[in-house]
């Protein structure tokens, strides 16, 4: 896109989150679903608060205060304020806009530009972030003596070397008769910090009966620069992943699917993304259209025979998949179809504090959050806690005991596939055996059942 049609594609974002922030009616409702504002109290760490800073901001057009930087740099993008709202504020988009304007129009401190360049090209790119995992291990110990937020981030770092490899792109074939052909996004981080889930994912596809195709070229899917206010970036990676699709899709898609849900409600959006640029608008509206997270495409097409293994299972909403994407039902229902006793973590509405980068760029908050969360996860009597996006995985593993799993490793288990690595300790539970989950015995039961 050349100068002066991105110039039009700002101004017409511009327009658009003006709007979006006259909304606004002010009345509060969502104060109450806001973690930052029941850690602070303070009126504009609320989502009313901050939509007023950005509002104001974009009026004037002019660089923002340091004051509203850090108002607008502490929100979660966690969207619960956007799950009470009647007037149906659009704060996604409000939120990506204004953090898009302060990185145009402010200049951070030297350490937080260094900072964020390290986080913004470092965790997307799968090859480094295992270089830069390789070299901070050893750091973690003299973590404490760090200055800033490093130390806090060396707290983060998983302490195991992830097992497993890291799974092939090209085509992995339908094990049964081929039902469905489908593309999976297999993401950055996640093919470094927990490659099993992949492998899970296509195990369990391919089982069932679809065939499934990684396109060598996609990749990051852009929601951590889009985050970080870093539009073109976002853009050039979602291109690139929409190029791929579209020529996996000349031998015909029935849906893209995602397993990392703050992912997927990116992709979910990428025709918002494109819908300036006349060029890509139409491709990316029907990406965007064949997206889906994983549990929605399985609730579909439906698990097959199944081996009970009667864990209690917590299920954690990420909350781009509860308020991103509005999908609640579909991984609890599976579960339970899979045999698993499911159970909620109380407080479920409430960010564990993830959020993308928000943990490696705001940790106090984070961690508060985290520790929050991992009280209400231990609380619930569970052995296991599941979820559906790799970021609260990580997190949470620094605020809980309870093994974590994502979901579709418990799905792939209970149909046949391997045992989840991170359940090797765990006590084979009572009255394990074959079911077939009505109506599904058959066509499933062509896959396999695997024995305990
Ligand atoms: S609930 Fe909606 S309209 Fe009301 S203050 Fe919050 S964002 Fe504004
Ligand atoms: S996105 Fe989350 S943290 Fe940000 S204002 Fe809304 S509820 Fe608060």
């Known amino acids: 896109m050349d100068t002066a049609a991105a110039g039009a594609v700002t101004e017409a974002a511009a327009i658009e989150a003006r709007g979006i922030a006259a909304s606004c009616n002010h009345f509060g409702f969502c104060t109450s679903t806001c973690p930052t504002y029941a850690l602070t109290h303070e009126e504009n760490e609320s989502p009313r608060g901050r939509i007023a800073l950005i509002g104001a901001m974009l009026e004037s057009g002019a660089a923002p205060d340091p004051r509203t930087v850090a108002h607008i740099d502490s929100c979660l993008s966690c969207l619960a304020c956007t799950s009470v709202c009647a007037m149906k504020v659009d704060y996604m ?30 965790i997307s790119r799968p090859g480094l972030l295992r270089a830069a995992l390789t070299l901070a291990r050893p750091a ?29 792109p090209g085509i992995h074939p339908a094990v049964a008769q081929r039902r469905q052909r489908v593309a999976l996004l297999a993401g950055c981080a996640q093919r470094t910090l927990a490659p099993q889930i992949n492998t899970a994912t296509v195990s369990l596809l391919t089982r069932l009966g679809c065939e499934v195709v990684i396109p060598e070229g996609a990749g990051c899917c852009g929601s951590l620069e889009l985050h970080m206010g870093r539009g ?93 994407q509005r999908v609640t039902r579909q991984p609890r229902e599976l579960l339970r179809a899979a045999g698993y006793e ?21 940790p106090g908050k984070a961690r508060l959050l985290g520790e929050r969360k991992g009280r209400h996860v231990d609380s619930s009597g569970a052995e296991v ?16 005991r309870m093994p ?12 046949g596939g391997a045992r989840p690595p991170s359940l090797a300790g765990l006590p084979p539970p009572a009255g394990a055996g074959l079911r077939a989950s009505p109506g599904e015995g058959a066509s499933a039961a062509a896959g396999g059942v695997g024995i305990w």
């Open 342 to 362: 499911v159970v909620d973590v109380p407080e479920g509405h409430f960010c564990c504090g993830s959020a993308g980068t928000y943990n490696l760029l705001n």
């Open 232 to 324: 073109r970036g976002a853009r050039r990676s979602a291109l690139r992943n929409i190029q791929a699709w579209l020529a996996a899709a000349q031998s015909g898609l029935d849906a893209i699917l995602i397993n990392a849900s703050g992912c997927g409600t990116t992709v979910k959006d990428y025709h918002h993304l494109f819908e300036h640029d006349p060029s890509w608008a139409g491709e990316a509206r029907r990406i965007s259209s064949l997206a889906l997270d994983v549990s929605e495409f399985l609730a579909r097409i439906g698990l097959g025979a199944t081996v009970s293994r009667p864990y209690r299972v917590a299920y954690h909403d990420a909350c781009s998949l509860r308020n991103g």
């Open 385 to 400: 806690l599941a979820v559906g996006n790799i970021g609260c995985m990580s997190q949470l593993s620094n605020y809980t």
């Open 140 to 168: 973690r110990a003299f973590r404490r003596l760090l200055p800033g937020r490093l130390g806090p981030m060396l707290e983060l770092l998983p302490r195991r070397s992830p097992g497993g490899a890291d799974i092939a």
């Open 404 to 415: 974590i799993v994502h979901t579709v490793e418990l799905l792939d288990w209970a149909t």
């Open 93 to 122: 988009h409000l939120i990506d806009h204004a953090r898009s304007h302060v990185e145009r129009h402010y200049r951070r401190p030297l350490a937080d530009r260094l900072l964020r360049r390290f986080v913004a090209q470092t």
